[in-house]
């Protein structure tokens, strides 16, 4: 069992930045990847980025490719997701999720737990 606890988000203006953070308990947090995902009012959840175990491989979707970057901190059992250069059409729920498999995953069903989300919004 994993349990994950969003928190940073708010809202800012259009070119600004905001950092989300994700605190895991339960497992051996260095043993799992960690994926954020988003869903806007109205539409599907989906992929944002994703990190392995160690840190050393991460995965963006091209939407946010150059402007957010996903990061962990093994030794306190967080993830994060600094965003850059945000735009309106990144308001969205933010989720991190736990993925106990081998590969890191764009894909809502290979995620094994969730957090509760957290709002970011981004006025124009």
Known sequence: QVQLVESGGGSVQAGGSLRLSCTASGRTFSSYAMGWFRQAPGKERTFVAAISGSGGVT????????????????????????????????TAVYY?????????????????????????????
Do not use: H
């Open 59 to 90: 995965y963006y979707a091209d939407s946010v490719k150059g402007r957010f970057t996903m990061s962990r901190d093994n030794a306190k059992n967080t993830v994060y997701l600094q965003m850059n250069s945000l735009k309106p059409e990144d």
């Open 96 to 124: 991190c999720a736990a993925d106990l498999g081998i590969y890191l995953s764009s894909r809502i069903y290979n995620y094994d737990y969730w957090g509760q989300g957290t709002q970011v919004t981004v006025s124009s």
